[in-house]
């Protein structure tokens, strides 16, 4: 049923918090959920012609590079590693489109997932996520997203730590945080409270379930006047040889 | 958003056959057609062919079209599940209008084709409504697209039935003044489309998609992928825009000057063979014209993904 399932009280929101301060962009998380994902629920994530000139696949996680503040000019602006996955909303779009009944959110944890035997791969979905969360596996004809790794965070099998998304496991920054976002006293809600974790295009309406958190401020840094100064006109504090040469060298 | 072939066939196809059987449920309860039943199973067949055809292609854009019955499930929150039900179940009093008007005539022809126009109609809805659904596309998600998508539809099936009436020799002065009203009604809506897309603000940008905007100006540094990706291809499509001038051209002048110019002279010259000519032109003309207003509507339209991949707003 793609029609949205009623909250019920006290079910959590499961999601992931995204520190733009620490991600070093090092794509580790794109690698181990393609790893896990390429087993898992959603498998195979498929590749074409992965070793040609025109290599395609499916990815859940694609790390992009921004910088923001480009007419600050100087040291102004920041560079910013943005890792981009499925938000699993609370209003998602993709999941209202579905003809078929194949895009459903579930009302235990508010993860987003797809049934892969009832989607008829008509792409609906991929046009009504504003976020880029959905791709199309053409060697099978179905559409493919992120499941928060839901063979993972709730596999008894695994040790309890490991109980977390593959992106979040390997992060070597420990850029990325799993938890309920539904609870307030959840680590992840803290840290967003905290942090002033927010929305990606709030404007559209879909409230994610994912937050990001913004880069620490810093201080600004002057522009170094070593760079800066034009030489020709300076009066240069120069001795002995240095000023000789320089004289010898202005005539 | 890339213009798939399959999808503008079956958007133009199916509009234009589904304006036509509109138009004749509307207007045979009242004898304004032939009552020969030959220029009514032609007609019957041009209508529902085009239906059928453009149906058929749609399902060729699909990754599993095996399991495309299962579409027909979801209406209570899907537009394009609305689209489906609506096209299935439009045949029904379709049906029971073609029987009729072929062979018994009479007020089941009556009661039936106005139920079949009015279905026709509603599944030309759903069909707009599939794209004006769509929050991350803003040239799409707007009232416009439902107005132009009625409109274009009631002006192919009205030039399909102008020329229809000419074949048989039976092309007269009320049929091309409705096939020229329904080109200025068009022509308006689509103009009032492409004047919304060029005057409204762009809703999100990059720097709301990233959320770095307290930063300053946001752009991309470095993609994800030194290649391109499902995304790209299926959001990102360029080729259109680019061309995007000349397109407005051909549309203006096949779908609307031409079709417009067509039908007045036909109405000016009177019945006969030439005005039969003139209307059979406008309507090609107008196929033409709507095949690249179509592909236009899928090549402008910007989706919001683009701004991770280095649009500065969409």
């Known amino acids: 049923m793609t029609s949205l399932p009623n909250r019920e009280p006290g079910a959590s929101r499961l999601g992931l918090v995204i520190d733009l301060d620490t991600c070093v962009g090092c794509h580790a998380c794109a690698v181990a959920c393609k790893q896990w994902n390429d087993g898992g629920h959603m498998a195979p994530l498929t590749d074409t012609d992965a070793y040609g000139s025109g290599p395609d696949g499916v990815w859940f996680n694609r790390i992009h590079s921004f910088e923001a503040g480009t007419e600050q000019g100087g040291c102004g602006s920041r560079t910013t590693n943005f890792p981009r996955s499925c938000l699993h909303c609370e209003q998602p779009a993709c999941v209202t489109v579905c003809p078929t009944g194949a895009s459903y959110k579930r009302a235990e944890d508010g993860i987003v997932l797809v049934n892969e035997d009832l989607c008829i791969g008509c792409k609906l979905c991929s046009w009504a996520c504003p976020y880029g969360a959905r791709e199309f ?11 928060l790794c839901i063979d993972r965070i709730h596999n008894e099998t695994l040790a309890e730590s490991e109980r977390v998304p593959a992106c979040v496991m390997v992060c070597p920054t420990s850029a990325r945080h799993f938890g309920d976002l539904a609870d307030p006293s959840s680590a992840v809600s803290k840290l967003v409270a905290e942090r002033g974790g927010y929305d990606l295009m709030p404007e559209l309406g879909y409230e994610p379930t994912n937050k990001y958190l913004p880069p620490r401020p810093r201080p600004a840094l002057a522009l170094d006047e070593r760079v800066t100064r034009d030489s020709a006109n300076d009066d240069l504090p120069l001795h002995g040889l240095l000023k000789w040469a320089d004289r010898i060298l202005a005539r | 958003m ?6 503008i066939f079956f958007t133009s196809a199916a509009g234009a056959g589904y304006g036509l059987l509109a138009l004749l449920g509307l ?12 220029f009514g199973l032609a007609a019957l067949a041009l209508a529902l062919g085009l239906v059928v055809a453009g149906l058929l292609s749609s399902l060729a854009h699909l990754g599993r079209p095996e399991r495309a019955w299962r579409a027909l499930s979801q209406w209570r929150s899907s537009w394009l599940s609305r689209e489906g039900v609506a096209a299935v179940a439009t045949f029904l009093p379709a049906g029971v209008f073609a029987i009729a008007w072929l062979f ?24 707009a409504m599939i794209y004006a659904s769509l929050k991350p596309i803003r040239q799409w998600a707007n009232p416009w697209v439902p107005r132009t998508y009625l ?9 399909l039935l102008n020329a229809l009436l000419g074949v048989v020799g039976q092309a007269s002065a009320w049929s091309s003044l409705l096939a020229l009203a329904s080109v200025a009604l068009a022509w308006a809506a689509k103009e009032g489309h492409w004047r919304h897309c060029a005057t409204a603000r762009a809703v999100s940008t990059a720097e709301t998609a990233t959320g770095l905007g307290h930063i300053g100006r946001v752009r991309l540094l470095d993609a994800p992928h030194s290649e391109d990706n499902y995304l790209l291809k299926e959001m990102g499509f360029r080729v259109g825009r680019r061309h995007a001038v000349r397109l407005r051209l051909i549309t203006r002048l096949a779908a609307f000057a031409l079709p417009a110019a067509l039908s007045l002279g036909a109405l000016v010259v009177g019945p006969g063979a030439l005005s039969g000519t003139l209307a059979l032109l406008a309507a090609a003309a107008a196929a033409l014209g709507v095949i690249a207003e179509r592909w236009l509507f899928f090549a402008e339209a910007k989706h919001t993904v683009t701004l991770f991949y280095g649009a500065g707003e969409a």
């Open chain 1, 137 to 147: 596996d053409q060697d099978v004809g179905v559409m493919k997203k992120c499941t």
């Open chain 2, 27 to 38: 207007l045979a309860p009242f004898g304004l057609l032939p009552a020969s039943p030959l």
């Open chain 2, 151 to 159: 409109a274009l539809s009631l002006m192919t099936g009205a030039l």
């Open chain 2, 2 to 7: 890339h213009p798939a072939f399959s999808i």
């Open chain 2, 104 to 127: 018994l005539g009479g007020g089941v022809a009556g009661v039936a084709g106005w139920i079949t126009a009015a279905m026709a109609a509603v599944t030309v809805y759903c069909t």
